[in-house]
């Protein structure tokens, strides 16, 4: 019955939801990453974000809806070629309440091969680590034995995974690390948790990992809820604490294997290593964007102590591993994405408008690809946060929440229960403009009344929601 019921409201929301043309409201490129082959060809993957408002047919539940797309696009630099290789997505119907979501949170790739990745993709309310061979790399998977475990894992939601700088493991977001080699073939199967928490390594930690050192495997670093950095040299056991200012985001290691820097998307300040994280050698130096914050950094693996660093419109410099910035460039648009292609004279730079190649030696810049130019007028963006209900309510045990950011900034949001006692916060750091899908977790938790809550731009939302078990 479910399944026809879904069948025929399929039917329902395409014979009555096309009209007229869809109006794009937004569209940029952002989140530049980059990888050499094996043979030194250098591969780029950035997003498109693209939103419209798509008018339905009169009769329906709701007039106008929104569509929206952020999909990933790969750029071979030998090729000249481009193309889409991974599909995101969301669009409501024109029923009121129905709306389809998919997408890809994360992706890594092995074997410096870029038809060999694996992900981290949803579709709806389905979550799960993938490969391309088609092997469900999800926490019933076996976790490879580095140390005994101390504490039984007690989450099995994937949120996020880190792929090791090696190639040989898979570190899942639950505190769990994993086997990786591209084989299915590699993991023995279990019969039932008991098995696979006896064989686990990893103790489930409060932390959440998020490098690992290039040339030092058992190196792990890691991070709490407030952003103080944590630092194991036995894989992920043993975490100490190395600095509490707050401030950690991301990574990034030096050619020299020693130095390692981090930014944040709210601190004027970079944080920079002189010795592999280690407690007391971090110092922080504030490089002059007049007041703005640094967005984004890469690092020349061919060269110790050359950084680059950006805000939203000016490139900077360091020979001497981030002590002195010169400036470098200015580029109108909104930078969003750095990348610096090793033994070579060749920045990459990514805008909200274009993706760039610039001549570190002479500052060239050359267009390699443009934002598509649309013919419509491009309506202003919403003047307000969005909180939306959540679907379904009333939820057993999970439920999704989405909302929509009119200005980029540091976002909040928590659940609380009817007595007002904060049981879970899903979202506490910087996101871009933009829509926003957050799943949540309730398998724990009773039933009765709760209440999501999210701060963004200096307003404050909250709405209501009903966990039935």
């Known amino acids: 019955m479910k399944k026809l019921l879904l069948i025929l409201l399929i039917g329902i ?108 993709s949803y579709f709806e309310y389905t979550y799960g680590i993938s490969d391309y061979l088609g092997n469900e790399l999800n926490i019933q998977q076996p976790i490879v034995v580095k140390q005994n475990p101390s504490e039984s894992i007690s989450s099995y939601w994937v949120e996020e995974f880190y792929l090791s700088p090696n190639n040989d493991s898979l570190y899942i977001y639950t505190g769990s690390t994993i086997p990786f080699a591209g084989r299915s073939t590699d993991w023995p ?135 002195t910035f010169s400036s470098f460039l200015s580029i109108e648009n909104g930078i969003t994405g750095l990348y610096k292609k090793p033994d070579s004279d060749i920045l990459y730079v990514l805008t909200r408008k274009e993706l760039l190649e610039v001549n570190t030696q002479t500052k060239q810049t050359t267009s390699l690809k443009q934002l598509p130019v649309s013919n419509e007028q491009l309506p202003s963006l919403p003047k307000q946060v969005k909180l939306s209900q959540n679907y379904p309510n009333p939820f057993n045990p999970t439920t999704s929440i989405m909302f929509i950011l009119n200005n980029n900034g540091h976002v909040l949001l928590e659940v609380y229960d009817a007595l007002g006692k904060k049981v879970q916060t899903l979202v506490n750091g910087y996101r871009e403009k933009g829509h926003y899908h957050v799943h949540f977790d309730a398998t724990q938790l009773a039933s009765g009344i709760y209440f999501y809550r999210l701060e963004a731009d200096g307003e404050v939302h909250t709405k209501r929601m009903t966990l039935i078990k």
């Open 13 to 120: 929301a395409g014979t009555t939801g096309s009209f007229g043309q869809d109006i794009i409201q937004e569209a940029y490129f952002h989140e530049l990453k980059g990888m050499e082959d094996s043979s030194g060809v250098t591969h780029l993957f950035y997003r498109f974000y693209k939103k419209s408002l798509h008018h339905c047919a009169p009769g329906n539940d709701n007039d106008i809806v929104e569509h929206g797309g952020d999909d990933v696009f790969h750029y071979n630099a030998d090729t000249k070629s481009d193309s889409i290789i991974f599909n995101e997505g969301y669009g409501e119907w024109c029923l009121a309440g129905m709306y389809d979501s998919y997408g890809v949170r994360d992706y890594a790739f092995y074997d410096k091969d870029p038809p060999k990745w694996i992900k981290f």
């Open 189 to 323: 199967d279990f019969e039932d948790y008991e098995d696979f928490f006896a064989y686990a390594d990893s103790a489930y930690i409060d932390l959440k990992v998020f490098a690992i050192h290039p040339d030092i495997d058992s190196l792990y670093f890691a991070t709490d809820e407030a952003g103080d950095l944590y630092r194991s040299e036995h894989y992920s056991q043993n975490f100490t604490l190395v600095d509490s200012n707050g401030y950690y985001e991301n990574l990034f290691f030096d050619a020299d294997t020693s130095h390692i820097y981090s930014i944040s998307k709210y601190s004027s300040k970079i944080a920079v290593s002189d010795n592999l994280g280690s407690n007391g050698s971090w110092k922080f130096s504030d490089p002059d964007f007049k007041g703005n914050p640094p967005h984004y950094l890469t690092v020349d693996p061919s060269e110790s102590g050359h950084v680059f660093i950006s805000d939203s419109t000016d490139i900077l410099f360091s020979d001497n591993h981030g002590d």
